[in-house]
């Protein structure tokens, strides 16, 4: 699938951007307001300019230094350096600002999902982006949190977060897991499969809880047993869920901007459309936006006006929408 960037202003048309991304995974802003996607289809990182313009590819298909497989997300720290999280890989690669590779950490004691840097020596990673999943079985997998806080050295300084545990493995990671941002010390993030908010804070967890659209179904699951014709045993896995939050983002003036599913998934579809909802910070609805989108992923610009939504139509498409 291709990308495009489209400008949701009076008399704006969309343009074709290179043909680069085929399985995006995150999007976020950079601290100079260019557009930040990982890719794990094309084993790679994009940077775009705030106008559509590819600025910069980062990284192929392999598992060399400066090679990805299946890179789950993205960030950027204040001094330039962009930390990808390369999920199949079990690492963090880090770059300069040009894309030149500078080191890697390796991480071995859960999977790699969202990433997000905190100053210019640590950054927080989850097992999971909800999207793309790895398990790491074994006596390793031993420290079960929602979030893992490292230092630029590898070292793993505390992890935090309750977990809601699951006999199945793909259903307990998508109960954990949503989007999240950083604020100062502080995590806010939203369940994905539910209308909380929670909020990280000095060693403590709050809940708050927003409007819904609708009301999700209980989460479905199925695990069965097959025998193939070698002999060999598999176990398959499926889940039937209703995603409530797409994407979240913080806005400069305090409110949070939401991806709220505006109904129930059917069994054929991926995700349901979903509305821009912003939030206050005690999770009272303030604006909903009209447009619906079959969305994965949300950032706002630096100012606050822009609304960026990572989402597929015909292919994949980053919208400009205004606040």
């Not at 403590?204 to 009301?215: D, G, M, N, R, S």
């Amino acid at each position: 699938m291709l990308l495009f960037l489209v400008w949701a202003q009076a008399n704006a048309t969309g343009f074709e951007l290179e043909d680069v991304l085929f399985e995006p995974q995150s999007i976020k802003i950079t601290h100079d307001g260019q557009i930040l996607v990982a890719d794990a289809g094309e084993h790679a990182v994009f940077l775009f300019a705030a106008n559509g313009d590819l600025a910069l590819r980062i990284g192929r298909h392999g598992q060399g230094p400066g090679e990805f497989q299946n890179p789950s997300d993205a960030d950027q720290m204040s001094d330039g350096r962009i930390f990808v999280a390369d999920s199949r890989n079990g690492r963090v690669q880090i770059f300069d600002e040009k894309g030149t590779y500078l080191d890697a950490i390796s991480i071995s004691k859960h999977a790699l999902g969202q990433i997000a840097v905190i100053d210019n020596h640590s950054f927080l990673l989850t097992e999971s982006n909800g999207r793309s999943f790895s398990f790491r079985m074994g006596e390793n997998d031993v420290d079960k949190s929602r979030y893992y806080r490292y230092k630029i050295d590898g070292t793993l300084e505390k992890s935090f977060g309750a977990i809601q545990g699951h006999s199945n493995p793909l259903l307990a990671l998508l109960l954990n897991q949503g989007p999240f941002f950083l604020d100062g010390d502080d995590v806010i993030a939203a369940s994905s499969v539910s209308n909380e908010l929670l909020h990280f804070h000095d060693g403590q967890e709050e809940v708050i809880k927003y409007p819904l659209a609708f009301i999700p179904n209980e989460p479905q699951e199925k695990m069965k047993s097959i025998t193939t014709a070698s002999g060999e045993t598999q176990v398959r896995m499926s889940v039937q869920l209703d995603r409530v939050c797409l994407g979240l983002a913080p806005h400069p003036n305090g409110d949070l901007v939401i991806l709220r599913a505006t109904r129930h998934s059917s069994p054929d579809e991926n995700i349901a459309p979903s509305k821009i909802v912003v939030l206050s910070r005690n999770g009272k609805e303030k604006k909903v936006l009209r447009d619906a989108y079959d969305a994965q992923g949300i950032a706002v610009s630096k100012d606050g006006q822009w609304a960026f939504v990572l989402h597929e139509l015909d292919s994949w498409t980053i919208s400009r929408i205004a606040l």
